[in-house]
DNA sequence: ATGAAAGCGCTAACAA
DNA sequence: TTGTTAGCGCTTTCAT
C-alpha cells in the first residue's frame, strides 16, 4: 500500500512535478489542458497530499492546538466544539489533548504540540499559577490564546467571560430572592476561575450585606463528587445558609442531589447557582439556574486573535488582548424568582 | 523568533548533524563525551525536534487519530480518555476528530487524518451504513479498528461490547422486576449500536413473553431531547408499558425528567433504564440502572490491535479481528431490584 | 506556460 | 565512534 506521490501523478500526466503541485494548490498558472490531464492521473492514482512534506516545505500545518483542563467536562467540550466550528472554514484542523488538571501533562502536551508545529494554541490552563512557564514558553514560540482561565504571570491574549460581572447577577438575583447569607463551594483556588468568581461572590456579598461565614467557603474542585461532599459537610453542620453558590454546574449539580437526598428543599429551605450552564444543568432536579457563557463568541474571538497574532507575526505586537465577554443569568428552579 | 534545527545545535558542539541526531533520538553509538557536550549545546539553545521533518524522514508522526460521533456525548469522552490513557505511554499523541454525527464530516476528517499520516486510526463510525466507504477507503490505506460501533460491508477489526447480551441483562432484569410489556427509545436504525441493542432487546422480549407493541418502538437520536419527545409521546398516547429501555443513558435521562414532570413514577409506575452509564446517569432522579461497558478494556484493546496492524503491515493479515466484551449492568433506582 | 533544481529538517546508509 | 551524503514529498524560485 504505497502512498501515491506527486511525481507519480507528474509521470502519468507527462508533466513535471513543479507543474501537478501547481495544479493542486492552485498556485501559478497552468494551461487549461494541462490541468485537466494532471487532475484526471491524480484522480486515477488516488492521489492525496501528504501534508507532512507540504507543512515541512511551507513551515505551517494548517492545524491548530487546543489543551483544556478535561475533556469530561461539558463545559470544555463545548467549548472545543464551538473553537471547531469556528476553525471548520478554511480547512484547518484542531488538534485537542486533555491535560487532566494536571500542570504536568499540560507542559507535556504545550511541547508535543510546538514540535508538532501547529500553527497556533488555544489553552485553558489548569493551574493558576503551576501553569504559568509552559504557557509563556510556548506563547513566546507561537501565537497563543488562553481561553476561559488564563495563567497569572504572563503576557497573552485572552479571551472568556467577566466573572465578577456573572457573579453580581447571580448575588442580585439570590438577594432578590431573599438570601441573606451565603456559602461558596468552588475548587481550591488554583485557577483564574475560580480565584475570580470567589472575588465576584464575596465583594457583592459584602456590598449587599449577604452574610459569608467562613465556614461556608469550601473548596474542592470541578465535580459532582466535590459538591455532594461540600454540600453533606454543610448540611451535617447544621446552620445551613439561604444560598449556596457553585463555582460550576458539575458542583451544583453535586450540591442539590445531596440536598435532595438529605430532605432539603431547594429552592425554598436553601437556594443554589451553578455556572457554565451546560447541557446537564437542565437536567438537575431542580433544574439550575446559572450563568450561560456566550461559548460561541468566546471560540469565534479566540480563533480571530489567533489569526491575528500568525498574521502579525510572533514578535512584538503591543499588549495583548484581554477581552472579557458578558455572562448573562438563566434562572430555572433552583432559586427563587422574582413571581414567588 | 527562529527554531532551532539541528544544524545549529551540530555547530555550536562542534560536530556533525548526525551525531546530533544520533545523541537526540538515541539511536547509535556515541562517545560518553560527546553526549554531554551535545545535550549541553542543545539545551543552551533550547533546541526541540521539529517532528514534522522526522515524520517526513521517518513515515511514522507517533500520532494516533480518533473520530467519534459526538465529542459532546460523555460515552465518547470517556472513550476518549480511556484511549489517550492507553495511548499515553510511549509518547503518542491523539489527534482527535467530531464527526458531528454527520458522514460527511467523518469522511473529511478521516482523509485529512491519513493525508497527516497519522500512525493509524480509531473511529466510532457515526452510521451503520453511509459511513461505509470512507471507512473502507482509510482501512485500506493504514491501520483502522472500529471502536463501539461499527458500519457493515467493511472489514476492519472493530472491539466493543456484546449488545445483544447486555440487552439479555437488563431484559431478564425487568422481568425479574414484574415487566411484561415494554417499550424501546433508541435512534434511528442507523448505526450498528442501536441496530444490535434494538436487536437483542426484540429477541429477549419474545423469550420473555415480554408484549412490544411496535407503536412502542420510538426511535430519534441519541440525546437527552430526543427522550423527553419520546416519554411524553409514550404518555400522553396513554397505555404505558411497564418498561422503557434506552439505547444510551442521555436518552434515559430524557425519559425519567419527563416521567417525572408528569407524576409518572419510576420505577413503580414504570421501569427505565440507560445504557453506557455515563457519570450523570448515577445523578438522575432516579439514578439509573444501566449498562456499563468497560471502557478501559476496550480501549486498551483497540489500542493493542492498532498496534498490531501497524506491525504486520497493512497489506494481507488473514481475517479482522472482532472483539466482543462483556457487559455488565449496573442496578441503580429506576428499576424494581430483586428484593423489592 | 512549463521544467529543473534547490531545499524545508531530519535520519540512515555508507565510509572513514 | 564519527562524518558525508542522499533523500523523505513537497513548493518555489529561476530559467526557458
Redesign the pocket.
Known sequence: M??????Q??ERA?????????V??G?????P???RKVRRAAEELG????????A????RTDTVGMVVPSISNPFFTSLVENVEHALGQEGRELFLCDARSDPEIEARRLASLVARNVDGIIVSPSHGTLSGPAVQETADRLPLVQLDRFVGGTSTDWVGVNDVAAMRLIMDHLHEGGARSAAFVGSLLTNSSTEQRFAGFQRRAEELNIGVDPEHVLLGDYSVDWGETAAARLIEAGELPDAIVCADDLIALGVTRVCRRYGVDVPTRVQVTGYDNIEFARLGEPALTTIDQPRAQIAAEAVRLLDLASRTGTAERGPSAHIALVPTLVVRDSTVSGGA
Open positions: 504505497q502512498r501515491v506521490t506527486i511525481s501523478v507528474a507527462g508533466v513535471s512535478t513543479a507543474t501537478v503541485s501547481r493542486l494548490s498556485r501559478g498558472p497552468v494551461s489542458g494541462v490541468q492521489y492525496q497530499v501528504n501534508s507532512i512534506a507540504r515541512l516545505r511551507n513551515s
